[in-house]
Nanobody, 123 residues
Framework: QLRLAESGGGLVQPGESLTLSCVASGHRFENYAIAWFRQVPGKERESVSCIDSSGRREKHAVSVKGRFAIFKDNAKNTVFLQMNSLRSEDTGTYYC????????????????WGQGTQVIVSS
């Protein structure tokens, strides 16, 4: 089971960019698909983006498609979420999660979750 740690959150203005990192430690990171979720208080956790173990297949929520990109660097045990043209509705705590199966990772069924990093988009 992987241990995950997110970083890179912060306060930005609408239209700006931010890149989040999810660093993994543990066993065989290259075998895991990684997903990003976000949550705001009072709302359900929402899937944002996910990427398969090889880094070749990815999936994005409709709300972020064309604005967010996800990259997996197996050599660095890291997945990056590049967020461009940020909007106020992107505000939330962002979590990464891992599972060996792409579908399960994208669905949030993985057992490994990080502690989250907060993103605030506000003018």
């Amino acid at each position: 089971q992987l241990r995950l740690a997110e970083s890179g959150g912060g306060l930005v203005q609408p239209g700006e960019s931010l890149t989040l990192s999810c660093v993994a430690s543990g066993h065989r990171f290259e075998n895991y698909a990684i997903a990003w979720f976000r949550q705001v208080p009072g709302k359900e956790r929402e899937s944002v983006s996910c990427i398969d173990s090889s880094g070749r297949r990815e999936k994005h929520a409709v709300s972020v498609k064309g604005r967010f990109a996800i990259f997996k660097d197996n050599a660095k045990n890291t997945v990056f979420l590049q967020m461009n043209s940020l909007r106020s509705e992107d505000t939330g705590t962002y979590y990464c999660t891992a599972d060996v199966y792409f579908v399960d990772s994208c669905s949030g069924n993985g057992n490994s979750w990080g502690q989250g990093t907060q993103v605030i988009v506000s003018s």
